[in-house]
T-cell receptor
Framework: QKEVEQNSGPLSVPEGAIASLNCTYS??????FFWYRQYSGKSPELIMF????GDKEDGRFTAQLNKASQYVSLLIRDSQPSDSATYLC???????????FGTGTRLQVTL | DAGVIQSPRHEVTEMGQEVTLRCKPI?????LFWYRQTMMRGLELLIY??????IDDSGMPEDRFSAKMPNASFSTLKIQPSEPRDSAVYFC????WGVGAQETQYFGPGTRLLVL
């Protein structure tokens, strides 16, 4: 079993809709959870982090964490074509300094 | 700040040759990470340093890979001899502290390596 799992997609949503990206992880000791966005040919950039159960909102983005279910999600409201990218879920494993990434979900926002 | 700097941006080499990738972290960052990204395996941590000392190299594929950080502003990842399966994008990232809450890693632009 992979440590961090994501559906590879592509996930296709129309402009203005809500995009929901999901991630599960295997290490119950994981403390911090991150969502990175990666445009094609570019490097990952941090969108949000979350470390407490519940929701965390930042503009159009909402991260949701459920440690009991080992599940973290990212909601993108009012999706824009510029949101089209691969979204990487990352989880701390082992020591707090180490991140394990999922393979990413490719999001396509259509006009 | 210029961000994390990597060189070269692209490298094409032949199997068996030595490859050296270079990274300059953001000034003041104590942690430096080397990742490899492929379509099949995604983004994998190879090794990371804290204050120039290697802390975890469990992700280094095999003895053909080695990494050094001689000072706080420079690190190298060396592959010798290179093989076609080493073809990937190699990212360097740095962070101020560890990856705890409210801390993130800043990625460089990556080096695209193609081994023929």
């Amino acid at each position: 079993q992979k440590e961090v799992e994501q559906n590879s997609g592509p996930l296709s949503v129309p402009e203005g809709a809500i995009a929901s990206l999901n991630c599960t992880y295997s290490d119950r000791g994981s403390q911090s959870f991150f969502w990175y966005r990666q445009y094609s040919g570019k490097s990952p950039e941090l969108i949000m982090f979350i470390y407490s159960n519940g929701d965390k909102e930042d503009g159009r983005f909402t991260a949701q964490l459920n440690k009991a279910s080992q599940y973290v999600s990212l909601l993108i409201r009012d999706s824009q074509p510029s949101d089209s990218a691969t979204y990487l879920c990352a989880v701390t494993t082992g020591t707090a300094s180490k991140l394990t990434f999922g393979t990413g979900t490719r999001l396509q926002v259509t006009l | 700040d210029a961000g994390v700097i990597q060189s070269p941006r692209h490298e094409v080499t032949e199997m068996g040759q030595e490859v050296t990738l270079r990274c300059k972290p953001i000034s003041g960052h104590d942690y430096l990470f080397w990742y490899r990204q492929t379509m099949m395996r995604g983004l994998e941590l190879l090794i990371y340093f804290n204050n120039n000392v290697p802390i975890d190299d469990s992700g280094m594929p095999e003895d053909r890979f080695s990494a050094k950080m001689p000072n706080a502003s420079f690190s190298t990842l060396k592959i010798q001899p290179s093989e076609p399966r080493d073809s990937a994008v190699y990212f360097c990232a740095s962070s101020l502290w560890g990856v705890g809450a409210q801390e993130t890693q800043y990625f460089g632009p990556g080096t695209r390596l193609l081994v023929l």
